[in-house]
């Protein structure tokens, strides 16, 4: 019984992983040329992961606005309930970890999950990119 749950709880989102991954990869996210392309906007400016955005945001707009309002619980984690975010000021560590997010995403081409989705690309600088990740997000966990 305990071997049929724990598959259930990593299927499902081992499962929306993937398919996340692969829409990171066909919407060019993964491409840190493209990514920096968008970020560009004073130089040679590409708006095309705008669009990637703004699909994002259609597709799951109307998806939370039906969680909001229907559903209690997660539909396979009906024990744990929504994970909701507490916090609600603008503090001094919030302004800085958005700023070395921003600042390294402009810099580097990746965030987190497109970072993952492209170590599939077996290409050292990503790998590189993902161990320097790693690290970081450790060392925050220790501090």
């Given at each position: 019984?305990?071997?049929?749950?724990?598959?259930?709880?990593?299927?499902?989102?081992?499962?929306?992983?993937?398919?996340?991954?692969?829409?990171?990869?066909?919407?060019?996210?993964?491409?840190?040329?493209?990514?920096?392309?968008?970020?560009?906007?004073?130089?040679?400016?590409?708006?095309?992961?705008?669009?990637?955005?703004?699909?994002?945001?259609?597709?799951?707009?109307?998806?939370?606005?039906?969680?909001?309002?229907?559903?209690?619980?997660?539909?396979?984690?009906?024990?744990?309930?929504?994970?909701?975010?507490?916090?609600?000021?603008?503090?001094?560590?919030?302004?800085?970890?958005?700023a070395m997010f921003g600042i390294g995403w402009a810099l580097v081409g990746f965030?987190?999950?497109?970072?993952?989705?492209?170590?599939?690309?077996?290409?050292?600088?990503?790998?590189?990119?993902?161990?320097?990740?790693?690290?970081?997000?450790?060392?925050?966990?220790?501090?």
């Open positions: 019984m305990g071997g049929a749950v724990m598959m259930k709880n990593i299927f499902i989102p081992l499962t929306s992983g993937i398919i996340f991954g692969i829409g990171l990869v066909i919407a060019g996210m993964t491409n840190p040329a493209k990514v920096m392309g968008f970020l560009n906007v004073f130089g040679n400016w590409d708006p095309s992961l705008m669009f990637v955005m703004g699909g994002a945001i259609v597709v799951s707009m109307p998806a939370f606005l039906f969680i909001g309002k229907k559903m209690s619980a997660p539909l396979f984690n009906k024990e744990e309930g929504f994970s909701q975010q507490l916090k609600k000021n603008i503090d001094s560590p919030l302004v800085l970890g958005s965030c987190p999950g497109p970072a993952i989705a492209a170590l599939t690309q077996v290409d050292g600088n990503v790998f590189m990119f993902f161990i320097a990740m790693s690290i970081g997000m450790l060392l925050k966990k220790i501090f």
